[in-house]
C-alpha cells in the first residue's frame, strides 16, 4: 500500500513471537479500506456461545501516535452472516495503551461460533482525537430541538 501525505505511522510489536509469529499484524485488504483486519491468536479454537462474550487476543502491542485513537470496530461479514460483533462497539485504544489488543466479542447469533487461529475477528481504524476543554456554565444556549431525545422525531 503506498504511503499518502495523510498516512500516520502506527508500531506494531509481537508480543509472543516465538508462540503468534505466524499470525499477520493488522492489514489494509483493499486501496482505499479504512480499516486493517486484525486476527485472533487463540492457541486452540474457542467455541463463542450464544448471548457469551468473549476476550480475543490478537499477539500485538502498538504505539499510536499523540493526538490519535484507534478504534475497534466489528468485521460487517461476521455482524451479518454470524451475529457476532465487538461487544463494546466501538472500542476505544488510547495512545498511552502499551499492552496487548484484545478483542471483546458477541455472539448474538442463534449458533455457536467458532474462532479459529487467524481468523479476522475486527477491524483497527485510526481516527483524529480532538479533546474537550470543560466548561461549567448556568445554562446552555436555546435550541428547537431542547431535550429532546430517543424517537423524538417520529418513527
Known amino acids: 500500500m503506498a504511503k499518502t501525505e495523510d498516512s500516520v505511522q502506527v508500531k506494531f510489536c509481537r508480543l509472543r513471537p516465538e508462540l503468534d509469529g505466524d499470525i ?37 502491542a502498538m ?17 451479518i452472516k454470524h451475529g457476532v460483533t465487538v461487544v463494546n462497539a466501538p472500542g476505544t485504544i488510547d495512545a498511552d495503551y502499551r499492552g496487548e489488543v484484545m478483542v471483546g ?3 448474538f447469533g442463534p449458533e455457536p461460533f467458532i474462532i479459529n487461529r ?5 477491524q483497527l481504524v485510526l ?18 430541538r431542547q431535550a429532546g431525545g430517543f424517537g423524538h422525531t417520529g418513527k
Not at 29 to 53: F, K, N, T, W, Y
Not at 127 to 144: G, M, S
Open 118 to 122: 487467524h481468523d479476522r475477528i475486527a
Open 63 to 79: 504505539a499510536i501516535p499523540a493526538g490519535y485513537e484507534i478504534q475497534v470496530r466489528p468485521r460487517s461479514g461476521l455482524a
Open 127 to 144: 481516527a483524529r482525537v480532538n479533546r474537550a476543554e470543560p466548561l461549567e456554565v448556568q445554562a446552555l444556549d436555546v435550541t428547537t
Open 105 to 107: 466479542l458477541i455472539n
Open 24 to 60: 499477520g499484524l493488522p492489514l489494509y485488504h483493499s486501496e482505499l479500506a479504512a480499516g486493517m483486519d486484525i486476527r485472533a491468536a487463540v492457541a486452540e479454537p474457542l467455541a463463542l456461545a450464544p448471548g457469551r462474550i468473549a476476550l480475543v487476543p490478537t499477539g500485538f
